[in-house]
């Protein structure tokens, strides 16, 4: 993390989950022991680069004296995933890697690396919504509106005045 401390830490995630996503592609292409070796050095350093900047990210986000509800709302996705992946899992397993019978074991992890991918996809595609910070453009949109009706009453005002010092001559 030292070396890319000056990453946006979102930047630094969106890097990091692409890395493992691709690792499971190693599983796809062969069932080797490589294969099963590059994957998980390929994972480890895809994890490596997101998981400590998604606990920058979420501080960087949370309200003053919300960090801890927010730290705990960020690990809820990783939890609530457990039991659709057991199911899935399990049920991958049955089908393409049965105790007896013709093996598949590749079409499985295309299967996996396919439902993987979709997640640093999905971030990519909605890049420019996931990445606002601070003002978003409702906000933007609102205080624009508010200087333009400051604008306005002054201008109002100096109408009025004007009218005022005519009638007055």
């Known amino acids: 993390q030292a070396a890319t401390c000056e990453v946006d830490p979102l930047v630094m995630i969106h890097y990091?989950?692409?890395?493992?996503?691709?690792?499971?592609?190693?599983?796809?292409i062969s069932?080797?022991?490589?294969?099963?070796?590059?994957?998980?050095i390929v994972l480890s350093i895809g994890e490596a680069i997101w998981s400590p900047r998604l606990y920058d990210y979420t501080m960087s986000i949370s309200?003053?004296?919300?960090?801890?509800?927010?730290?705990?709302l960020s690990s809820a996705p990783l939890?609530?995933?457990?039991?659709?992946?057991?199911?899935?899992?399990?049920?991958l397993l049955q089908k393409y890697?049965?105790?007896?019978?013709?093996?598949?074991?590749?079409?499985?992890?295309?299967?996996i690396a396919l439902s993987t991918v979709l997640s640093p996809i999905l971030m990519t595609v909605f890049w420019g919504y996931v990445s606002k910070k601070g003002e978003d453009d409702d906000d933007v949109e609102?205080?624009?509106?508010?200087?333009?009706?400051?604008?306005l009453l002054i201008q109002d005002e100096e109408d009025a005045s004007s009218v005022i010092e005519e009638d007055s001559d």
Request: net charge negative; with cysteine.
């Open 31 to 40: 069932t080797s022991v490589t294969a099963c070796v590059l994957f998980v």
């Open 79 to 91: 939890f609530l995933a457990k039991l659709p992946v057991g199911f899935m899992s399990g049920y």
């Open 16 to 28: 990091g989950i692409y890395i493992s996503a691709a690792s499971v592609f190693f599983l796809v």
């Open 97 to 111: 890697c049965p105790e007896e019978g013709e093996r598949n074991s590749k079409t499985m992890w295309l299967i």
């Open 142 to 151: 609102l205080k624009e509106l508010d200087e333009e009706m400051e604008r």
């Open 63 to 72: 309200k003053e004296g919300r960090e801890g509800t927010y730290m705990a």
